[in-house]
């Protein structure tokens, strides 16, 4: 085996073996073996969840993509269909989600400062103002359905007025778009779930926070997501 | 032409067909001046540097270069520049049809090509023109995305739902020549394939008036018209007053509600029928019903065939047709 | 490049036995394997998969070729005919092109070559396996339950409302394994960027990470956009919402631009890794630096940007406005630039270089030839009216395959013999090597020249039956196709032959520059005893060789025994 000799090891350098020996004997590391110190691993989170957000704008990009181009092409009916939405609920759910946003970033602030008690207290709050505004939309969709406007699966879509194929491509893509969202939001309230049980045992705290720092990125963007699916859906006119 | 037996080549059956070979030719010139050259230098290089052969001077007295580079840089792309304006405004001449073409209408549907002259005379799968002068198909497709290709003309136009789409030629050629569609299109799409047939001006006449009397797309139109009640609202010269008439409207501007000018073309037209409120024209107020699903693309076809041929009213009362479109 | 101490010599000679310790022998059990987070292993889960992927897409090819040399369907049903070359497409782009060098040698190698222990994520790479595993479980569901026949383009309307085969079991397959490429690329990305040896500036990295970053790039920013459209397919299919439906004032021309935006920087996913390899393999074999590193590694990330920027180019003959023609060729003939500048490099580099004509040498030069002419029936295909022509034609589809086949497919094989001695320990048969190199060049070339002729003739794509004038150059191509299969079967026998025959390899076989070769073959699961410390360029083939002749002044140039 060849080896490799270096003459100079600059100090952050670290080799297997001496991990290997010591781990019996110190407390349990943040540090993950491949990396070299804490600052690199870091680093390279803060790093991949910014990649990982950036597939997520492509993905969300493709249907306002979609959105764009339709409503181009029939404004009148866009907004005629908007107006069908209640701009007061959604308003609600963007106050609900902004004020999640807001518990989940004092969560990662005490996961940081290894405040345990908070830390569990604002992943609960942040927990159950996402399940509100699920709740919310989920009341929204039984709505549009009662009424005929949700022309999904074959159901029937009831639409007076002109226009009604631009209308219910409206319609579709509010579905589409929120469903996805919502999709998302639900994913985001697992990982925090898993979260809010890991700072019961007493975990994530201190070095070990950036699994609550990551998770509070995603839970922004997906804020971030519907910010601009409320004015684009609700606030047609 | 068909049947001919294996060739290495296709024939150039229209007007558009030996411009674009020219600039295949060009390109193959140039495809095949790299391969060589590349394919040479490699072939040289290895022979030449080969790890035996030590009485090659291998010093490296170069520096790479940035002069190099620039070189292989720009070289190519003032080709490629060349290229691409040479296709491209090959494709703008092939693009737009001239005037005065005759006009086919091609209705595609999974797995066969219906065609209908001027006339009104239908054929499927097989195209009967003549040879010489512009021929202009406006195409649309019941189902699926299908495509027309006729490789000896080197044309080919995606045939779309729910959008008329146009493709011309002058063909150069009598004879009978493949007909394919290029789009996937289904389990026999490698089946959806026809013949144009490119007669002399003379047989073509003759063969236009022989077999079965057609009813004239024009003729069928106004029945369609009667039988649906269009008459009802699209009464002679707009006297209901609650729709736009109908005389002199083809290829006309048409001024809309949200204060966008159209032009009523083929496209308006089939647009105004199966989707009504899209295009409301100002002055008017949305309440003509859609009649989608209720017409087949052929009767489209004659409906918009008869619109065509409505002259401009000879004494209209108090409507100016000028402002009132 | 290591300092390496004056005193010592930079080789040994070769052992009589692998490595004592090394990543393969490190654990025996399933679960050992199955629950890695060893890089390295990841490679060899993956290296099993694509090559399993690989052989049902060849399969599906083989019938599909075979039926083809008769203009009848004389083979198989239409409809099988369908399923099958979409099931080949399918397979073949995203079950083994887009893996196949990123996911196998990108996975063993970056953090080899950037002196790290392992990439950024590791748990997150076991997790890209599993989910492309999950996808390719799905599609195999697909194809047994009764096949899918939209081609691998999934065209709306006819895959939104018309079909009625596996469509969307297809699309959740193809989506979940989407997963898998943007989590390898975001692993690879982050691991560049935060993970490299001290003193390994970014102009010392090998080309090959370059081209791996740039296609990172790509996988990460342009594989959810494939998401979204098959995703929007399954639901149209799924609960009828009618995006693409025009009886709505849908548009299926949207699925085309949604679809395109993908699938065209995708290809440049599945051809610019088979260039890194090509850029490691050259300096290698002709024992000096490639000309040109900068504007080789650049062309790399200018193919990517570009790569975004040209989707249209599929849609000309679609009804999209002339002038976003117009634009879309321009950018088109762009994009060609920098891979020009590639294949002029290279080919530099053979200039005063020291050439030996081993395996992996064989199939990079036989890339540089057929990529150049893949890449040069580009310029024909972006030429608005040509392309009017021969679009949907064969000509498109020997276009397509000299690049994925004669390009990427090549540099796939020929990574695999130039890192086979890392990877596992041993060195495979070098004249059987040869001999198949040979055999797949020619086999190659006999299946796919004939398909430009054809295409040209004007026989579409997708064809089952065809007019018989064109039965001749359809013959021809089947006869080729048969010479490709045998070619195919050679490495995947000796390869396995070698695991337990091979003559066991030294850490560098090849006396090649790279981290990677710095140490053991296999290497360790830590990959090195100790971080290493970066001081030379890369490429440094005139110290290596010079060293290497003070240890053994009677040989001429450098010997490499192998095989």
């Known amino acids: ?218 839970w922004h963007f997906v804020d971030i997501v519907w910010v601009f699916l409320f004015p684009f859906l609700y606030l047609v006119r | 032409m068909i049947d001919d037996g294996f060739r290495l080549f296709p024939e150039q059956a229209s007007t558009h067909a030996p411009r674009v070979d020219l600039l295949y030719f060009f390109l193959l010139g140039v495809a095949v001046f790299f391969t060589v050259l590349i394919a040479a230098l490699i072939v040289y290089f290895s022979i030449k540097y080969r790890r035996g052969n030590t009485q090659v001077d291998r010093t490296v007295s170069h520096v790479e270069s940035f002069r190099t580079e620039l070189v292989w840089m720009v070289v190519p792309l003032i080709l490629c520049v060349m290229i691409f304006t040479w296709g491209a405004d090959l494709y703008f001449s092939g693009y737009r049809p001239p005037a005065g073409a005759l006009e086919i209408r091609v209705v595609a549907k999974q797995w066969m090509w219906k065609f209908q002259h001027p006339d009104g005379k239908r054929e499927i799968n097989t195209l009967h023109v003549p040879l010489g002068g512009a021929v202009k198909l406006t195409m649309i497709s019941e189902d699926v995305i299908h495509s027309m290709f006729v490789p000896a003309f080197r044309i080919k136009r995606d045939v779309l739902p729910g959008n008329y789409a146009n493709c011309w030629f002058e063909a150069t050629r009598t004879g009978e020549f493949h007909l394919f569609c290029a789009e996937y299109c289904g389990t026999n799409h490698s089946r959806m394939t026809g013949r144009v047939i490119v007669l002399e001006p003379a047989e073509y006449q003759a063969w236009l008036a022989g077999g079965n009397a057609n009813e004239p797309p024009a003729e069928a139109g106004k029945r369609l018209f009667e039988e649906l009640r269009c008459v009802t609202c699209h009464v002679a010269g707009g006297a209901t007053g609650r729709c736009p008439p109908l005389e002199n409207l083809y290829d006309h501007p048409v001024r809309l509600v949200d204060g966008q000018t159209v032009k009523a073309d083929d496209g308006y037209l089939r647009e105004s029928i199966v989707r009504p409120a899209a295009k409301v024209v100002a002055g008017f107020q949305p309440i003509m019903p859609s009649f989608d699903g209720q017409v087949s693309e052929e009767q489209l076809i004659d409906l918009i065939a008869y619109i065509k041929s409505l002259a401009k009213p000879a004494a209209a009362p108090a409507s100016e047709a000028g402002d009132r479109p | 490049m290591t300092t390496i101490s004056q005193h010592r010599p930079p080789t040994v000679p070769a052992p009589d036995q692998p490595p004592r310790r090394n990543y393969l022998n490190n654990g025996y059990s399933v679960r050992s394997w199955l629950l890695t987070t060893d890089h390295k292993r990841i490679a060899v889960l993956y290296l099993l998969s694509v090559t399993f992927f690989f052989m049902i897409g060849g399969l599906a090819a083989s019938v599909v070729r075979l039926d083809l040399t008769t203009p009848e369907a004389d083979l198989v049903l239409t409809e099988t005919f369908n399923k099958l070359f979409t099931a080949h497409g399918v397979i073949m782009v995203f079950f083994f092109l887009i893996p196949s060098i990123p996911s196998v040698l990108g996975n063993f190698l970056v953090p080899l070559m950037i002196g790290a222990r392992d990439l950024a994520f590791p748990k997150l790479n076991l997790l890209s396996w599993y989910i492309y595993t999950l996808g390719g479980l799905f599609t195999i569901y697909a194809l047994v339950a009764g096949g899918v026949d939209t081609g691998w383009t999934f065209y709306a309307p006819y895959s ?286 006999l299946t796919f020249f004939p398909q430009y002729i054809l295409g040209y003739l004007g026989m579409p794509r997708r064809y089952h039956v065809y007019p018989e004038e064109f039965q001749v150059l359809n013959v021809m191509s089947s006869a080729g196709a048969s010479i490709l299969a045998v070619g195919y079967f050679f490495p995947l026998t000796y390869l396995l032959w070698s695991l337990r025959w091979g003559k066991i390899a030294s850490s560098n076989p090849w006396r090649a520059a790279g981290l990677e070769w710095q140490t053991s073959s296999p290497p360790p699961t830590e990959n090195f005893a100790q971080t290493p410390v970066v001081r030379d360029e890369a490429y440094d083939y005139a110290t290596i060789d010079a060293q290497l002749a003070a240890v053994k002044p009677s040989s001429p140039g450098v010997e490499l025994s192998h095989g």
């Open chain 1, 1 to 218: 085996m060849v080896d490799v000799h270096s003459t100079r090891v600059p100090s952050a350098v670290r080799s297997h073996s001496d991990s290997a020996s010591h781990s019996a004997l110190l407390p349990p590391s943040a540090l993950a073996h491949q990396f070299d110190d804490i600052e690199q691993q870091h680093a390279a989170d803060e790093l991949g969840i910014w990649l990982f957000l950036a597939t997520e704008i492509m993905f969300f990009g493709g249907m306002f993509l979609a959105y764009a181009v339709y409503r181009r092409q029939d404004e009148a009916a866009f907004a005629a269909a908007s107006t069908k939405l209640d701009a007061g609920l959604g308003a609600i759910n963007t106050a609900v989600l902004l004020c999640s946003s807001l518990t989940m970033a004092l969560a990662v602030h005490a996961a940081e400062t290894a405040q345990r008690k908070h830390l569990i207290a604002l992943l609960v709050l942040t927990i159950f103002l996402g399940t509100v505004f699920l709740g919310i939309k989920g009341y929204e969709y039984h709505h549009k359905y009662e009424v005929g406007l949700m022309p999904l699966a074959g159901f029937p879509f009831v639409w007076e007025g002109p226009s009604a194929g631009h209308a219910q491509m409206f319609f579709n893509l509010y579905f589409v778009m929120t469903g996805v969202h919502a999709l998302h939001m639900l994913i985001g309230l697992g990982v925090l779930t898993v979260l809010a049980i890991k700072a019961l045992r007493g975990g994530l705290l201190g070095e070990f926070a950036t699994p609550v720092n990551i998770t509070g990125l995603y």
């Open chain 3, 160 to 445: 939104s409302t018309y079909s009625n085969t596996h469509v969307m079991a297809t699309a959740v397959g193809i989506f979940i394994t989407g997963f898998s490429s943007i989590l390898t690329g975001l692993n690879f990305i982050v691991t560049i960027h935060k993970m490299r040896a001290p003193g390994l500036t970014w102009f010392r990295l090998p080309l090959f990470i370059w081209s791996t970053y740039a296609t990172s790039i790509i996988m990460v920013l342009g594989t959810p956009v494939l998401a979204i459209s098959l995703f929007l397919v399954g639901m149209e299919r799924l609960l009828k919402i009618g995006i693409f439906d025009p009886k709505l004032g849908g548009d299926p021309i949207l699925f085309q631009h949604l679809f395109w935006f993908y699938s065209h920087p995708a290809v440049y996913i599945m051809v610019l890794p088979s260039m890194g390899v090509v850029s490691e393999i050259i300096p290698c074999f002709c024992r000096k630096r490639p000309f040109g590193y900068a504007f080789i590694g650049f062309s790399s990330f200018a193919i990517a940007v570009f790569s975004f920027l040209v989707w249209g180019h599929h849609l000309f003959v679609s009804g999209q406005s002339v002038y976003a023609g117009l634009v879309f060729s321009a950018l088109s003939y762009l994009v060609a630039i920098p891979s020009a500048i590639k294949v002029f490099n290279w080919t530099a580099s053979l200039h005063k270089g020291s050439i030996s004509f081993d395996t992996p040498m064989l199939y990079a030069l036989g890339f540089v030839g057929l990529f150049t002419m893949g890449g040069l029936t580009g310029l024909f295909v972006a030429a608005l009216a040509v392309d009017v022509h021969v679009h949907d034609t064969y000509f498109i589809v020997a276009h397509f395959h000299y690049i994925m086949v004669g390009g990427a497919v090549m540099g796939y094989l020929g990574g695999i013999h130039f890192w086979w001695s890392k990877m596992t320990g041993r060195l495979y048969p070098e004249g059987w090597a040869r001999l198949s190199a040979i055999l797949i060049f020619v086999g190659f070339n």
